[in-house]
């Protein structure tokens, strides 16, 4: 269970503290961007059993890697249209590579594929709050490790389950009260409700 797009000390510590495995810290253009030296701070607080995770759309590779030199995140997740290559350039930083791609455009994919360590699948459009006809899923999962992200929020994240059959979920709007701003109440709401899918 991901809550992405953190961007305060306050959120981080409602997120760990109501049993997220993973917190994303957006480090590209977004509303929910924080600077690598706030990231840094900020995964610098969070226990060792919590998975930090920077976000990036298609920055170049130099630029990936010295934001996770400077961040000290401990997973990488690559949105857009990468090719195999970029996941194959960045194998050596040692941490999982998450990529993040619209559902739409990687029917049929499987984890794995373009050498990364975790496939999640999303809205055509990443942290929009835009769900997505994810039944399709259930029936024809990829293999391996997937999260399903894309509009989901407390309200629907247990029926998504139930359909999808994720590995993991992942929410960004769907825990805010307006966009960028994260609102504890429904962290804690939505990673209840995921746990008890
Ligand atoms: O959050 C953003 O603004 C963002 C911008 C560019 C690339 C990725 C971004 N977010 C990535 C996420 O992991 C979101 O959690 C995921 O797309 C789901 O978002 P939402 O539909 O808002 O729950």
Not at 143 to 158: E, H, R, T
Request: proline share 6%; net charge negative.
């Amino acid at each position: 269970m991901k809550i992405c797009g953190l961007s305060t000390a306050a959120d981080v510590a409602a997120a760990v503290e109501a049993g997220a495995d993973a917190i994303g810290f957006v480090l590209t253009e977004s509303p929910r961007r924080v600077e690598a030296a706030l990231a840094r701070d900020l995964a610098a607080a969070v226990p060792e059993g919590v998975l930090t995770v920077a976000v990036f759309r298609e920055e170049p590779a130099a630029y990936v890697r010295e934001a996770v030199r400077a961040t000290g995140v401990r997973a990488v997740q690559l949105h857009g249209n990468h090719p195999a290559s970029a996941f194959a350039e960045l194998s050596d930083l040692g941490v999982p590579l998450i990529r993040a791609t619209s559902a739409a455009a990687a029917a049929g994919a499987d984890c794995g594929d373009f050498g990364e360590d975790l496939l999640l699948l999303d809205a055509p459009v990443a942290g929009a709050g835009e769900p997505w006809d994810w039944s399709d899923l259930g029936t024809r999962p990829p293999a391996g490790k997937w999260v399903l992200a894309g509009g989901l929020s407390p309200a629907n994240v247990g029926a998504a389950i139930a359909v999808a059959r994720p590995w993991g979920v992942d929410v960004s709007s769907g825990v805010e009260v307006r966009r960028g701003v994260k609102d504890p109440a429904l962290i804690k709401d939505f990673l209840r409700a995921a746990r008890s899918a």
